[in-house]
């Protein structure tokens, strides 16, 4: 199966079709009248769509099992045609379409045996995804601003020439994916004083996004987020939060990064921590969705 644990949660909904054709009328009629002889063919097909639904990754080797925490089935009937329509909702990382495409595929299957004894030329068509919502590209920003970015690595073994830099690397490269322009790439020791030079300098010169990863744990060289208290306007707890609960799910110290997010005017500021699996894992929490931040701070519209 793909990878999927790297993804963050959110409400996922797909709508998906399938049309039932009958050859005569007198088959609608004993679908209305429920005089079918196997029984209440919209009743105990939808009984059949929900046991689909939740049995598709029995059957379908490459999705995933995941909570179904709604499944609707309607039914529309427009002449000799009956639409069949199941909707599926849940909370979790991977989409449902697959889910309710099968769950309509099997309502409609369902119908066909229940209705074969009075009608011989039942056909089944047209099944298709018809809207989905959740996930990444849900979310996609609509702030067309070309954004530039700073990353600052804090470190004073990399400073030195002791190490080689791997987290504002994997940093870079999340910004790449997301479309996001590398303004400048430094590296420095863990001061203060310098720090704050590097960050307020960027924030002169116009940059979007200024990232620094290292100096955010508990050492006395940490010294990252004392550094940029007096700079931050304001904080963005919301932020922080995502980034911690999404690390503390994969490991149990993230609980003590001192991740700092908030603006200085038009900047957004980032300190993340200065691991590399910390830092990729920091950008997978808030990337892309955290740049809807800057149709915020520039006024710009959003559907």
Do not use: W
Request: proline share 4%.
């Amino acid at each position: 199966m793909v990878d999927i644990t790297h993804k963050n949660t959110s409400l996922r909904i797909a709508t998906a079709q399938a049309v039932v054709k009958v050859s005569k009328e007198e088959t609608i009629e004993a679908i209305k009248n429920d005089t079918v002889p196997k029984g209440n063919v919209f009743a105990m097909s939808k009984a059949a769509g929900l046991l689909g639904v939740k049995k598709t990754p029995d059957l379908l080797p490459d999705c995933h099992p995941l909570p179904i925490e709604y499944t609707g089935v309607e039914y529309e009937i427009n002449g000799l045609e009956i639409t069949v329509l199941v909707t599926v909702k849940t909370i979790y990382k991977t989409g449902v379409e697959v889910e309710a495409m099968h769950g309509a595929s099997v309502v409609a299957l369902n119908m066909y045996d229940m209705l074969k004894p009075i009608d011989k030329e039942i056909e089944i068509g047209q099944i298709r995804l018809l809207k989905k919502k959740g996930g990444k590209s849900d979310f996609k920003d609509k702030f067309n601003k070309e954004l530039e970015a700073v990353v600052i690595v804090c470190s004073d073994s990399i400073s030195a020439g002791q190490k080689e830099d791997r987290a504002g690397k994997a940093i870079i490269a999340k910004l790449k994916e997301c479309e996001v322009g590398i303004r400048d790439y430094v590296i420095i020791p863990d001061e203060v004083d310098e720090i704050r030079k590097r960050v307020s300098t960027y924030e002169k010169i116009g940059a979007d996004l200024i990232i620094i990863t290292g100096g955010t744990g508990l050492s006395g060289r940490d010294v990252t987020p004392e550094a940029l208290k007096p700079l931050i306007e304001r904080n963005i707890p919301g932020i922080e939060e995502a980034i911690r609960k999404y690390g503390q799910e994969r490991m149990p110290y993230a609980m003590l990064s001192r991740s700092v997010a908030g603006t200085i005017n038009n900047s957004l500021v980032l300190a993340l921590p200065g691991s590399t699996n910390g830092a990729r894992e920091s950008m997978d929490a808030i990337f892309p969705a955290v740049l809807h931040v800057f149709g915020i701070l520039k006024g710009a519209r959003h559907d």
